[in-house]
C-alpha cells in the first residue's frame, strides 16, 4: 500500500506526544507505567482500491483547501449533485487513504482541561457537556464558532488537501478590470502603486521552476499549521482612504495581476449586503471570471479564481488563497475578533500576501 502523505511526519508526531505524555505523567506521580515496543503495520486498503480513482478526484476538488464537518460535506455534495453508491464515511475515508483530504477532531484536548477547536482555534470558548451523540460526559463544543454550525471533539472536520499543481492553474493573460467610470488621478496613482506592490511579491512568490507550485506546501497538517500566527516578515498592504473613495476599484488592478498568473484571491467584508454589493461589481469588472459569492445561509459554490466572502466564511478555508484583501478592518466584527485574525490568516498560503 502507498503511504499517505505526511505519513513520516505523522509518525514523528505521535512520538514526540508519548514523550510530552511521559513527562505529564511524571508530574502527577505517574511515572511507573511501562512502555510497550509496537511496530508499524502496513495493511492493504482494498476499500480504496474498490472506490474508482474519479470519483475520489471530484470529491478531493470539491473539498480543496476547505476545512468542513460531516454535514457540510454532505450539504455540499449534495448541492453539486455528486451521486455515491458508497456510504460517505466509507467515501471520505477512502478520501484521506488517498491524500485528498485529512481527518481531525473537530475538538482536541492535548492536556487535562485544555481543548482547542480545530475549526476556528478558540482556546477559551468551549464547555464540557453531557453529549447526546457521543454519550460521553466530558464531550467539548465550541461556542465561539457555533454559529457556523456546531462542533465538538465527538465529531470529525475534513481539512482538504491541496491538490493545484502550475500546470493545473488556470491563467487569465492580459486580464484588466473592466470599469464604469475612469479613475481619478489620485486613485489611477493609488491603483499603480498597489498594482507594483502586488508585482514585486508575485515575482518572489510564483516558482522559478514550473514544475513547483505555490506557496509552501506542507506534506501534513500539524498544529502550528492549523492555527500559525503571522511571521514578522509577512507581507501586507494598506490602502487608507475615506470611505467612498473608491478603494475597491483601486484594489481591482492588483487583484487582476494575481490572477491572470492562475492565482485565487478572496475580498473579505464584514456583512452579507457588502458581499453581495462587491461581487456585483467584480463580476461587472471581470466579466470573464466567475466571482463566488460566501455568505451565512448561502449555498456551497465551487471556490474559483475570485471569491467575495464574509470576513466569517474565511473559518472554513485553510492556506486556500494566494492572495486576500480585507475590507473595512476596523470595522465589526473583524476589529477585535482573535478567532477572526486567525481565520484570515489560515485561510491565505503561506508566502501569500
Known amino acids: 500500500m502507498r503511504r499517505p502523505r505526511g505519513h513520516r511526519d ?38 480504496a482500491a474498490d472506490i474508482p480513482s474519479e470519483l475520489l478526484e471530484e470529491v478531493g ?4 483547501g476547505r476545512v468542513l464537518s460531516y454535514d457540510e460535506v454532505r450539504s455540499l455534495l449534495e448541492q453539486r449533485h455528486v451521486i455515491s453508491p458508497y456510504p460517505l464515511r466509507d467515501l471520505l475515508q477512502a478520501c484521506a487513504l488517498a491524500g485528498k483530504l485529512e481527518i481531525w477532531p473537530g475538538v482536541i484536548s492535548p492536556l487535562e482541561g485544555y481543548h482547542i477547536c480545530c475549526r476556528c482555534g478558540e482556546r477559551q470558548q468551549l464547555e464540557t457537556i453531557d453529549c447526546p451523540l457521543c454519550g460521553r460526559s466530558g464531550c467539548v463544543i465550541c461556542l465561539a464558532c457555533r ?26 493573460p492580459g486580464l484588466t478590470p473592466q470599469l464604469e467610470f475612469r479613475l481619478t488621478r489620485a486613485q489611477a496613482e ?13 515575482n518572489d512568490y510564483l516558482p522559478k521552476d514550473p514544475r513547483q507550485t505555490t506557496g509552501t506546501q506542507q506534506s501534513g497538517l500539524t498544529l502550528p499549521h492549523l ?3 503571522m511571521s514578522h516578515d509577512a507581507t501586507s498592504c494598506l490602502i487608507w ?13 492588483g487583484l487582476a495581476l494575481a490572477i491572470a498568473a492562475g492565482l485565487k484571491a478572496v475580498f473579505a467584508v464584514p456583512r452579507r449586503d457588502v458581499v453581495l454589493e462587491v461581487a456585483k461589481r467584480a463580476q461587472a469588472a471581470f466579466p470573464e471570471l466567475s466571482v463566488t459569492a460566501l455568505y451565512g445561509g448561502a449555498k456551497h459554490e465551487p471556490v474559483g479564481p475570485l471569491v ?5 466564511q474565511l473559518i472554513r478555508f485553510h492556506s486556500c488563497f494566494d492572495l486576500a484583501i480585507l475590507d473595512e478592518a476596523d470595522a465589526f466584527p473583524y476589529a477585535g475578533s482573535a478567532m477572526l485574525h486567525r481565520a484570515l490568516q489560515r485561510a491565505v498560503k503561506p508566502g501569500g500576501l
Open 241 to 253: 482612504a475615506v470611505c467612498g473613495a473608491g478603494k475597491t476599484e483601486i484594489a481591482f488592478e
Open 61 to 64: 476538488r470539491l473539498i480543496e
Open 10 to 47: 505523522q509518525v514523528q508526531g505521535a512520538r514526540s506526544w508519548l514523550r510530552h505524555i511521559r513527562r505529564h505523567f511524571r508530574r502527577r506521580g505517574l511515572g511507573n507505567w511501562r512502555e510497550i515496543d509496537f511496530e508499524e503495520i502496513t495493511i492493504e486498503s482494498r476499500l
Open 227 to 229: 492555527f500559525r500566527k
Open 190 to 202: 493609488a491603483a499603480a502603486e498597489f498594482k507594483g506592490y502586488v508585482a514585486t511579491w508575485l
Open 147 to 172: 454559529s457556523l454550525g456546531e462542533i465538538r471533539s465527538c465529531r470529525e472536520l475534513y481539512y482538504g488537501s491541496l491538490q493545484e499543481n502550475s500546470n493545473s492553474r488556470r491563467v487569465f
Open 308 to 312: 467575495v466572502a464574509t470576513t466569517h
